[in-house]
């Protein structure tokens, strides 16, 4: 949501940011035209863009700055349902860094007067070198925008010279000064806070999609071992049966051998089942070959060392740890070794830890969920009275903590 008419008493810019610059500018009267479907910008498709509202006085110094995020479809054109109200949240901003006019109005994902739009905002970066704070000031130094800036009319204020009143108003300065160096560093916390949060998002999501990957290939090379093993055992039977049938074909050979040396067609019979038998045999050896090349991929796969600098380098080498939650246990650091064991089935691996089998620790996990009477009559009406819940696993004894005390057994 942008009112493209320029307030009378300053000026307004769009400023897009692309890592550690400012890659275009606007003023918000042609951000508005964007909005509103007018034009495009090719080089924005499918893009989800940072910029910033950048509200100046008539002497061009900072007044507001509004952090927020817009997306760019396919063909270059802002998302039709952003809504963001940025002008409205500038006049509502908490004071920021001073940026040359005094402290100006800030709004970011971690300083939002409105909660319903955090998400829609992001926070600047204020590391050394990167500060997107002094890279705004140098554009709106650079004023490739041409605004109009005037200059501030000198006023005749009469000073007192005595030291009793200077000494007040250089204290109040050296408090101001303080109290906007004390502002500027809880914004870098509160915005490292988010980078860090970001990051450990990423991480996870990334973690996630390794782990499904790998069991997925695990997944395929297991039913390609099956489907082998499979057909080894069909080739073994049909191997069996004509083996059979070549010692059948010997037995009735050795009770005819004068009759079956005078048909040439029995001895052209017996050629084929000779030559049949051997390159059944040669197929079992190709198929016993096949069998020992997958399992040796297979345990490969299974031994194989992590890619270099990925997450699951950082957790074998215990740079980076997965720590898992369950009642009873508490805090767990799973061991590299048992990541796919956890990721199996995690209610097992927590009741293994807690020295129990998986029903009873769902027995009392029940119970400590939801603390009350598991009785049901003959009816099938189930008592729910409150009860005293037992936080440790090892204490519960089911039928007897679980019930309260008229229908314990």
């Known amino acids: 949501m942008v009112n493209a008419g320029q307030a009378a008493d300053g000026y307004s810019a769009v400023f897009f940011m692309e890592g550690s610059q400012v890659a275009r500018q606007m003023r918000l009267s042609e951000f508005g035209a964007f909005l509103d479907g007018y034009v495009g910008l090719s080089d924005l498709a499918e893009t989800d863009v940072r910029a910033v509202l950048v509200n100046l006085s008539p002497e061009l110094t900072v007044r507001s700055l509004v952090f927020f995020r817009i997306w760019f479809d396919d063909e270059g054109r802002a998302d039709s349902h952003w809504n963001v109200p940025i ?19 800030l709004v970011c994902r ?49 000073v007192l010279t005595a ?17 906007q160096i004390l502002r500027e560093q809880r914004l870098r916390i509160k915005t490292l806070q988010s980078v860090h949060r970001d990051s450990l998002a990423d991480l996870q999501r990334e973690h996630r999609l390794e782990m499904q990957a790998l069991r997925s290939e695990m997944s395929d090379l297991e039913q390609r071992y099956e489907r ?43 050629v084929l089942l000779h030559e049949q038998l051997e390159r059944k045999q040669r197929e079992l050896e190709l198929r016993d070959d096949k069998i020992v090349a997958l399992e040796q991929e297979n345990h490969e796969l299974r031994h194989q060392v992590p890619p270099e600098d990925s997450l699951l380098e950082q957790l074998q080498s215990q740079s980076v740890f997965l720590v898992a939650y369950h009642p ?23 009741a293994e830890r807690c020295g129990m089998n998986e029903p ?27 009860i005293m ?14 019930h309260c005390e008229q229908h314990r057994s």
């Open 87 to 105: 002008e409205a949240l500038a006049e509502k901003g908490a004071k920021g860094p001073d940026m040359g006019g005094g402290a100006i109005r």
């Open 110 to 158: 971690s300083q939002c007067p409105d909660p319903a739009f955090a998400q829609e905002l992001w926070d600047p970066d204020m590391t050394p070198g990167s500060n997107h704070f002094q890279l705004i000031r140098k554009a709106v130094e650079a004023n490739a925008l041409r605004f109009q800036k005037v200059e501030p009319e000198e006023e005749n204020i009469p």
């Open 163 to 179: 030291a009793s009143v200077e000494q007040p108003v250089e204290d109040n300065r050296d408090r101001a000064r303080v109290a």
């Open 228 to 270: 082998t093993r499979i057909s080894n055992e069909q080739l073994k039977q049909r191997l069996a049966q004509r083996n059979e049938q070549y010692l059948s074909m010997q037995e009735k050979m050795a009770e005819g051998d004068a009759r079956q040396r005078k048909d040439v067609h029995a001895d052209a019979e017996t």
């Open 328 to 350: 009873g246990v508490g805090h767990i650091t799973l061991p590299y070794d048992d990541i796919d064991t956890y990721f199996g089935n995690p209610v097992a691996y927590a």
């Open 360 to 386: 009873a620790y769902k027995d009392w996990l029940a119970h400590y969920e939801h603390p009350v009477c598991r009785h049901v009559d003959s009816d099938g009406n189930a008592c729910g009275e409150p």
């Open 389 to 402: 819940r037992v936080t440790q696993p090892a204490e519960f004894q089911p039928g007897v903590d679980d």
